[in-house]
């Protein structure tokens, strides 16, 4: 067989366009007559050995293929092309393409391009089988990957033993606590000590109270640790051992009887006397103060001196944040707290003596009346004998000391403290002296037949004033005895609100409400959405509502209505609001002031687009918020 009958057998016939090349040693007119016998114009393909060419012609019409002498003239070159010792191997691994152009028809000459298989990409040359499985049983290669593969479950198993550890030591998220007794509430208050009763105890459980006022006369203030004072103190609080209603006294610190001791010790010792606002051998008046609503001087003689007098005759100022006043009253306030009393209340907070600065009265600017004259108490601004600058942190240092005798105890005021950033720390801006604030006229504008300012304003402006975090008192006693609102719509919708009521037992809220309203009252009070929930209002003139709502719990819709007409429900429903609601409750002569279609149930349905609330009225709804999505 002669080898263009080779090449066109390994090319696969002559109808094949591609045709391995032969080995080294091929001679050139072979070559050229195999491309002799190809269609013109068909052109050829073939593998062939990179060193089988030396080099090649410049010429682009020729290019021409010469052998090497060396290996012309090899012994073997034939076979070498298809023999043995791996050579058919090699030309398996790397082949090259070959093309074929034919060029000089007469000269026999061609040109051949020469590239790589699949674009040139080079052959993959990693390890065969043969050559890894000489290393699976070698020894280092098993240690290694036993070295791997116990590391790899070590850190697996170390990670989740991490995973469950974090899990069970990490600190969980604290449910919210409850709110101290004293916020709870709301509080029973009575008249004073000594008029106590065992019939005080039922009034208050009607009230379902957290806690019991009364008050300290304030000639025994300083008393409190003489047998018969102390003995009345242990009699009120024996009355009420065994219930859940704690006692709390409202006391007159600020001024002491001329018999006192602290006065006798005044007048014997005049280092004694910083505990006073004292003046020695004045021979005229040290200014124009006049006493508390009166037209008389401030001033009273003892002996040769002048001592302040702002209240009754024969009594007379202590300056509170006296070491003197500080030590004897701090002691009167654990002395209390011993016998068990856990709530305080101080009155004429806004009075409280703290410097020696005798600076006279200047007139009012916008005196209440204008008949007064200059020995009138309320021609004057007073601006030198009331909420003085320092009276928050003089409080907090008394609210400190029963805090430290008892967790539990409470310390606040008795009145309005009408100017609240008076009552606020020098050095905290926005916190308070005193634990319960009581501020604002809300409670009187709520219980008006036709308010002078927007319920809803009105409420936003006292919240805003006394700080949206604080806590207030809403004082029942402020209700006008000839509301023409029903006092159980009054107390729902004042006892859903930020605050504790404080109910008078001689009070027209209190008389005329029913105690199963007070018992529910106290039920919705301690539910999440009102002890930690948010605030909101809604725009429903004449009408006011608030909701009160946390996440993860059904949130209350309250809704009063201060008119004498049923009211739509007219405000603009938001997107995270149902328009159908359940009723929780509502006031004692609801039903009575709606018409027969306005009427409710307990745990009826209500739709808020067509829904009338009754005339002085307030209804409470439960809702689920809706989903945002």
């Known amino acids: 067989m002669n080898l263009f009958s080779r090449l066109i057998r390994l090319g696969g016939g002559a109808t094949k366009s591609s045709v391995t090349l032969p080995a080294p040693g091929v001679c050139d007119s072979t ?51 298809l023999g043995s010792n791996g ?49 699976a049983n070698d020894p280092f290669w098993v240690r290694l990957r036993w070295i791997f593969f116990v590391c790899f479950w070590a850190v697996w198993v170390g990670m989740l033993v991490g995973a469950i550890l974090i899990i069970i030591g990490a600190p969980k998220c604290a ?8 916020k709870r509430g709301p509080h ?55 219930s859940d209603i704690r006692v709390i006294l409202d006391l007159t610190p600020n001024y002491v009887a001329k018999n006192s001791q602290l006065m006798q010790d005044a007048i014997a010792n005049p280092e004694m006397r910083s505990a006073f606002v004292w003046r020695s051998g004045a021979k005229v008046l040290p200014n124009n103060w006049l006493k508390v609503g009166g037209n008389r001087s401030a001033w009273e003689k003892v002996g040769d001196n002048y001592v302040l007098s702002q209240f009754e005759d024969g009594y007379y100022d202590l300056r509170m944040n006296s070491t003197i006043v500080r030590n004897e009253f701090g002691g009167v306030l654990k002395h209390l707290v011993e016998l068990g009393v856990r709530g305080f209340r101080l009155k004429n907070t806004k009075f409280f003596a703290l410097f020696d600065s005798l600076e006279d009265e200047l007139p009012s600017s916008s005196p209440k009346d204008f008949s007064l004259g200059p020995n009138e108490y309320g021609f004057y601004s007073h601006n030198k004998t009331t909420f003085l600058f320092g009276l928050g942190d003089v409080l907090y240092d008394y609210l400190s000391i029963v805090k430290n005798s008892s967790d539990e105890a409470f310390f606040s005021v008795a009145e309005d403290v009408m100017y609240p950033q008076t009552y606020q720390l020098s050095r905290v801006p926005g916190a308070y002296g005193i634990d319960l604030p009581m501020y604002g006229n809300f409670v009187k504008v709520l ?62 809220a209190y008389k005329k ?28 003139d004449p009408l006011v509502a608030f909701s009160r709502i946390k996440s993860g719990n059904p949130g209350y819709f309250v809704i009063f209505n201060p008119t004498e007409l049923p009211q739509a429900s007219n405000f603009t429903i938001p997107d995270n609001l149902p328009d159908k609601m359940t009723v929780s409750y509502f006031s ?33 709804l439960t809702y689920v918020p809706v989903n945002a999505d």
């Open 175 to 182: 449910a919210p606590q409850p709110l101290p007794w004293y």
């Open 188 to 242: 029973a208050k009575f008249a004073s000590v000594e008029t106590c009763s065992p019939e005080d105890v039922a009034n208050a459980k009607k009230l379902v109270s957290a806690g019991a006022i009364y008050e300290l006369p304030a000639a025994l203030t300083y008393d409190v640790k003489k047998p018969e004072v102390e003995e009345k103190i242990k009699h009120l609080v024996a009355l009420y051992q065994g």
């Open 87 to 135: 050579v058919e191997d090699k030309l398996a691994e790397r082949r090259d393409e070959v093309k074929f152009i034919k060029g000089d028809h007469q000269n026999g000459d061609a040109k051949i391009d020469i590239g790589t298989v699949n674009g040139g990409k080079p052959a993959f040359t990693g390890m065969s089988k043969e050559e890894l499985m000489k290393y």
């Open 31 to 81: 070559i050229n007559a195999a491309a002799e016998n190809q269609p013109d114009s068909t052109e050829v393909y073939k593998t062939i050995a990179e060193d089988t060419f030396v080099g090649a012609s410049s010429n682009p019409e020729k290019v021409d293929m010469v052998q090497d002498e060396k290996a012309a003239h090899a012994d073997g070159a034939d076979e070498q092309m």
């Open 513 to 540: 409400v029913d105690q199963n309203t007070y018992q529910h009252i106290t039920n919705l009070r301690k539910t999440a959405s009102y002890m930690h929930g948010n605030l909101i209002f809604y725009q429903a």
């Open 447 to 508: 219980s008006k037949s036709k308010p002078d300012t927007p319920l809803r304003k009105e409420l936003e402006n006292t919240l805003a004033l006394s700080g949206n975090d604080s806590w207030l008192q809403w004082n029942f006693a402020d209700i006008y005895v000839d509301t023409p609102q029903d006092p159980s719509a009054l107390a729902l919708f004042l006892s859903l609100l930020p605050g504790v009521p404080v109910v008078a037992v001689d009070a027209v």
């Open 588 to 620: 004692d002569d609801y039903n009575v002031n709606a018409d027969s279609s306005g009427q409710v149930a307990h745990a009826g349905r209500v739709n808020l687009k067509e829904f009338k609330v009754a005339p002085h009225s307030s209804i409470i």
